[in-house]
């Protein structure tokens, strides 16, 4: 069964008639931040053509302006909008001319090659609303979206000020991309959607965790591949991302990697299962979803989720365009994973940033992850010239080396009367309380390391953030936990889900920091194996 929703999210304001059309009768709307919202990114549209017009022409219904429209004559008059990019549509929004007063009835039909049309909606009637109305259809692959009009209940006029199409660009599009007809993507669109991931164009190393060559070149004998195996092989639990402690991710990723170096064709079947059943979780706060989506989004491009699994991976990935903004408990002002990340300095914002830049680098946002997340780690760690938004969360507390100054890493060589500051996480070892020497053993600046290390990481094999970035900062928050800081003159190590860290730091910095057998943290594991 088709299902149709209304939501009015737009200002219109009212225009001239161009033809014999009645004048228009809408009201002024208050904008509304459909940003907030669940649904997915606004398509880029690249023309509109039409059966029939007036001086109203096509084109007006996709211009971004409420102020003009299409309008079309006579039962049966066409609208064909053209996606720029082969797309799982899941909904259609039209903003009807004069909608507030009069019902419009239409059908929806989609496309993929423009020739043969399959019908989503039929004999659908507007709801009377001044702003969009939001038809929910699929979703359904297609690049051509056509609304066939039956009149109004005042005229036989088919008017529709402007579309939008919502959904994900499927993966590899771009080769079938249509043609540019000058219209940009929509103030709501996410650019670079369906952008390669692999290859060098998004970056300078294939794969956003670990490749799949990295992986084949792995042994299959040892603990380490013991563990990983037997997670991949094991019961994994359920998919819940408003759940703290929930290994399913972890497990998921663990059902990949194995897929991958064995080529077990059951297994990998699991691991699709496990990402698409993500889809269904419940949320909580911020904080849970950072933490546990890092896994599916790794697993997903690991086993290179397009072509394996298609349909399953084009829901997957609307599903993963609706996070960043998805309404949530967060922190430091954050009401949503993207806004965490930006505003944040301790841990919840740093496994936000972990997060974002894997979901924004899986969806190909390229641009967006390198204006957003990665220049907001960069400042994180200590380039207050490259952002410094995070200033009005920063605590003095004591453990910053210049709170005139604040960073989330203490710069290189930092020092407080002998005291060894350089690399000392300061919003998160407050959490022991303020400034007191030596320092109290607060596990928060392990907590907050799980995301840093991983955003880190992933940004680097982007090409978007160096792991030198700061005098290598996060190597040195990593060490400082190594050098004789705390109680009794001791060190203060990787312990319990944080110990997949060290053999990470190792591997990428080339160091070599003591390690133990990895456990699989709070958004990572099998590093003893992946990164031996």
């Given at each position: 069964m088709?299902?149709?929703l209304p939501?009015c999210v737009?200002?219109l304001t009212?225009?001239?008639p161009?033809?014999?059309e ?8 208050v ?5 907030q919202?669940?649904l ?13 017009s007036d ?6 219904a ?12 006579g039962?049966?008059a ?12 899941d909904?259609v929004?039209?903003?009807w001319y004069n ?11 989609t496309s ?12 659908v009637?507007s709801?009377?609303l ?21 009149g ?17 660009v499927?993966a ?7 043609p ?10 996410t650019?670079?959607?369906?952008a ?10 294939a ?8 992986v ?8 380490a591949?013991a563990?990983v195996?037997?997670?991949a092989?094991?019961?994994w ?13 972890v497990n998921?990723?663990?059902g ?6 064995t ?8 691991t ?10 419940g ?6 979803l950072?933490r ?16 394996v ?5 084009a829901t ?26 930006r ?9 936000a ?7 924004q680098?899986y969806?190909?946002?390229r641009?967006?992850a390198s204006?957003?997340v ?7 760690e200590g380039?207050?010239a ?13 453990w910053?080396?210049d709170f005139s ?7 290189k060589?930092?020092?407080r009367?002998?005291r060894?500051?350089?690399?000392l996480l300061?919003?998160d070892?407050r959490r ?5 020497w030596?320092a109290?053993?607060?596990?928060y600046t ?9 955003a880190a990481?992933?940004?680097d094999?982007?090409g978007?953030?160096?792991l030198?970035a700061?005098?290598?900062?996060v190597?040195?928050a990593?060490?400082?936990?190594y050098r004789p ?5 001791t ?5 319990g ?9 190792n591997k990428?910095y080339g160091?070599s920091?003591p ?7 709070k958004?990572?594991?099998?590093t003893d194996?992946?990164h031996?």
């Amino acid at each position: 069964m088709k299902r149709w929703l209304p939501w009015c999210v737009v200002a219109l304001t009212a225009c001239e008639p161009l033809s014999t059309e009645e004048p228009s009768t809408d009201p002024d709307l208050v904008e509304l931040d459909t940003a907030q919202s669940a649904l997915s990114p606004s398509l880029e549209l690249a023309s509109a053509t039409a059966t029939t017009s007036d001086a109203n022409v096509p084109a007006n219904a996709i211009d971004r302006d409420t102020a003009t429209r299409w309008s079309g004559e006579g039962d049966g008059a066409a609208l064909t909008i053209t996606l720029r990019h082969l797309s799982l549509v899941d909904a259609v929004e039209l903003a009807w001319y004069n909608g507030s007063t009069r019902t419009a009835t239409f059908d929806l039909l989609t496309s993929v090659d423009g020739a043969s049309y399959a019908p989503q909606l039929t004999r659908v009637q507007s709801q009377r609303l001044a702003g969009y109305e939001l038809s929910a259809v699929g979703p359904v692959q297609a690049q051509y979206v056509r609304i066939v009009g039956h009149g109004n209940t005042r005229n036989d006029w088919n008017s529709i000020r402007e579309v939008r199409v919502r959904g994900a660009v499927v993966a590899g599009a771009d080769a079938g991309a249509a043609p540019d007809a000058g219209v940009a993507p929509d103030a709501g669109a996410t650019p670079d959607a369906g952008a390669p991931r692999d290859g060098g164009s998004s970056g300078p190393r294939a794969g956003l965790w670990l490749s799949p060559a990295e992986v084949m070149a792995l042994p299959m004998s040892g603990s380490a591949w013991a563990a990983v195996e037997g997670a991949a092989r094991g019961a994994w639990g359920s998919a819940d991302l408003s759940d703290l402690n929930s290994r399913h991710d972890v497990n998921v990723l663990a059902g990949a990697l194995v897929a991958v170096r064995t080529g077990d064709g059951a297994l990998l079947a699991k691991t699709v299962a496990g990402i698409d059943a993500v889809r269904g979780s419940g949320y909580s706060r911020v904080l849970e979803l950072s933490r546990n989506i890092q896994g599916y989004v790794f697993a997903a491009d690991l086993i290179d989720l397009g072509r394996v699994a298609p349909s399953t991976d084009a829901t997957f990935r609307i599903f993963l365009a609706g996070l960043p903004n998805l309404p949530l408990q967060g922190h430091s002002g954050g009401v949503d994973l993207e806004s965490t990340a930006r505003l944040s300095p301790n841990n919840w914002g740093c496994h936000a940033r972990a997060a974002l830049a894997a979901i924004q680098l899986y969806l190909g946002q390229r641009s967006v992850a390198s204006a957003g997340v990665a220049t907001w780690l960069r400042g994180w760690e200590g380039d207050r010239a490259a952002y410094s938004g995070f200033d009005g969360e920063y605590t003095n507390s004591g453990w910053h080396f210049d709170f005139s100054q604040p960073v989330g890493i203490n710069p290189k060589g930092a020092t407080r009367n002998g005291r060894d500051f350089d690399g000392l996480l300061p919003e998160d070892q407050r959490r022991a309380g303020n400034f007191t020497w030596p320092a109290p053993k607060e596990g928060y600046t392990w907590e907050a390391l799980q995301g840093t290390v991983v955003a880190a990481v992933v940004l680097d094999r982007a090409g978007l953030l160096p792991l030198t970035a700061s005098d290598s900062a996060v190597l040195r928050a990593v060490q400082w936990h190594y050098r004789p800081n705390f109680t009794g003159g001791t060190t203060f190590p990787a312990e319990g889900d944080d110990t997949w860290i060290p053999w990470v730091v190792n591997k990428v910095y080339g160091v070599s920091l003591p390690t133990s057998p990895a456990s699989s943290g709070k958004n990572m594991g099998w590093t003893d194996w992946t990164h031996r």
